[in-house]
């Protein structure tokens, strides 16, 4: 059954790479969305406690991405829960949280340490843990090396099955609007488990370019990222999470998708097909 009412969904990271994405669908099917961020159509900054009245206030439904990803003093256990908090309070009664497909830890911070709050909000929950995502190679960090010819990544020949922002969107929006999913965890995955090497040679198949994939090691990785300007801590932290990549962590299938939605998850040479039409990695 699809949800009725008319109270706004909050989509906190409203302008990233899946953020954007829900709230496209939600207003595609008629529902009002708010787009969150530090500089979005709805300011919300995890930082600053005096930004999330405002964004809550009437929402009906909330999907939260936190700062796990991100290299920040963060402490999930005490802005989540206070969140949650507040987003009680203010009447909400859904949240669609976003994770990540691994119980280790990177760049010294667990990426799953929201979890256990959310569970514990008292709101109806579903949570996503994805793996990497297809538009890391087209919108985040492999994209320059994508377009430079030459992608260096200490990820060896492990295996990952790249799951398209498009279905963790569609997953977030049926979870958002749909009954059936609350309490429920979707690790969400795409069709095969693939190497870095086969996704460079799919994207140079669909560009008509030659790309080359080399495997570096962890250090050298890191050392190529500070040396653009990149973080210290930032570096270790991809470099962390791309080391799980290289040690076959994720290499295993889900099937979250299909529970889901319904239907089998988009493969990595249909988005990189659709990323080639879409204008991407246009020299």
């Avoid at 899946?18 to 979005?40: C, P, W």
């Avoid at 791309?242 to 099937?255: E, P």
Wanted: aromatic share 8%; glycine share 12%; charged share 25%.
């Amino acid at each position: 059954m699809v949800m009725t009412t008319n109270k706004p969904i909050l989509v906190l990271g409203g302008t990233g790479k899946t953020g954007k994405r829900v709230v496209a669908r939600l207003r595609d099917r008629g529902f009002t969305a708010r787009a969150a961020s530090r500089n979005g159509e709805t300011t919300f900054d995890w930082h600053d406690e005096g930004t999330w009245g405002a964004a809550l206030d009437g929402a009906g439904a909330v999907y939260m991405v936190d700062l796990v990803d991100e290299p920040v003093e963060w402490d999930p256990a005490v802005s989540v829960r206070s969140f949650c908090e507040q987003a009680v309070a203010a009447g909400v009664e859904r949240l669609t949280l976003l994770q990540a497909r691994t119980d280790e830890e990177a760049g010294g911070k667990s990426l799953t340490g929201s979890e256990d709050i959310v569970r514990a909000s008292g709101l109806q929950w579903t949570i996503l843990r994805p793996t990497w995502f297809t538009q890391n190679f087209d919108e985040g960090v492999l994209l320059d090396g994508i377009m430079a010819g030459h992608l260096r990544v200490p990820a060896g020949d492990g295996l990952e099955p790249f799951v398209d922002c498009a279905d963790v969107a569609d997953v977030a929006v049926a979870s958002l609007t749909r009954d059936g999913h609350a309490g429920r965890l979707y690790e969400l995955t795409g069709p095969e488990a693939i190497t870095f090497g086969q996704a460079v040679a799919e994207i140079a198949r669909a560009t008509g370019r030659e790309i080359r994939y080399e495997a570096v090691t962890h250090e050298q990785y890191v050392d190529d990222l500070v040396a653009v300007g990149t973080p210290g801590e930032y570096a270790e932290l991809l470099a962390d999470l791309i080391g799980q990549i290289r040690k076959g962590k994720n290499a295993h299938l889900s099937d979250g998708v299909q529970r889901a939605l319904g239907r089998e998850p988009i493969s990595f040479a249909e988005y990189a097909e659709n990323a080639v039409a879409e204008g991407a990695w246009r020299v």
